[in-house]
T-cell receptor, first 113, second 114 residues
Framework: KQEVTQIPAALSVPEGENLVLNCSFT??????LQWFRQDPGKGLTSLLL?????REQTSGRLNASLDKSSGRSTLYIAASQPGDSATYLC????????????FGKGTKLTVNP | IAGITQAPTSQILAAGRRMTLRCTQD?????MYWYRQDLGLGLRLIHY???????GKGEVPDGYSVSRANTDDFPLTLASAVPSQTSVYFC?????????????FGSGTQLSVL
């Protein structure tokens, strides 16, 4: 059974710092991996989607990498800002014909001014 | 603005009552999903639909039912609510597994069952 783990559960950094959020998954047989952002009391917003054949995706200050063989993904945030404060979740789409994502429990990021 | 609309945004419900959470999307996505989010447990899939006319069970389907009469609407019904169904419910949609399938979420429904 696929499991997704995000460590740490919470992270606090000063503004301007570059940071890395980690996501690991137990089964490398995936179609893709997505990173989401969730603000308090809101739904999830998809940030980046990496297909299994890809190594990374970039959007602005965000860069997500995927190492499928080792079951790991990282989300790199450059020059962090207080507005980046949110919970970041990753999710994988396992292979096997199911329309189901498996989510990690997220990392709560606080960027201090 | 294109996206997913959920209603109501919040609801307090007496145990034993029937409740339908509404979800509508205007992106013509084939796939739709219902999740519940609970502290410490993360997001769990309740039911899903790959396309209009079909539905499937997720991880935690007991006590819930769905229907998909058309592409746009995917209501979730609690036939007889129980306190353990207190949660935040999110509806989501995607173009589908083989079409890029970025997932879009609604803003959620906060449900309290007393």
């Amino acid at each position: 059974k696929q499991e997704v783990t995000q460590i740490p559960a919470a992270l606090s950094v000063p503004e301007g710092e570059n940071l890395v959020l980690n996501c690991s998954f137990t089964d490398s047989a995936i179609y893709n991996l997505q990173w989401f952002r969730q603000d308090p009391g809101k739904g999830l917003t998809s940030l980046l989607l990496i297909q299994s054949s890809q190594r990374e995706q970039t959007s602005g200050r965000l860069n997500a990498s995927l190492d499928k063989s080792s079951g790991r993904s990282t989300l790199y945030i450059a020059a962090s800002q207080p507005g980046d404060s949110a919970t970041y979740l990753c999710a994988v789409r396992p292979q096997g014909g199911s329309e189901k994502l498996v989510f990690g429990k997220g990392t709560k990021l606080t960027v201090n001014p | 603005i294109a996206g997913i609309t959920q209603a109501p945004t919040s609801q307090i419900l007496a145990a034993g009552r029937r409740m339908t959470l509404r979800c509508t999307q205007d992106m013509r996505h084939n796939a739709m999903y219902w999740y519940r989010q609970d502290l410490g447990l993360g997001l769990r899939l309740i039911h899903y639909s790959n396309t209009a006319g079909t539905t499937g069970k997720g991880e935690v389907p007991d006590g819930y039912s769905v229907s998909r009469a058309n592409t746009d609407d995917f209501p979730l019904t609690l036939a007889s609510a129980v306190p353990s169904q207190t949660s935040v419910y999110f509806c989501a949609s995607s173009a589908g597994l083989h079409k890029g399938e970025k997932l879009f979420f609604g803003s959620g429904t906060q449900l309290s069952v007393l």
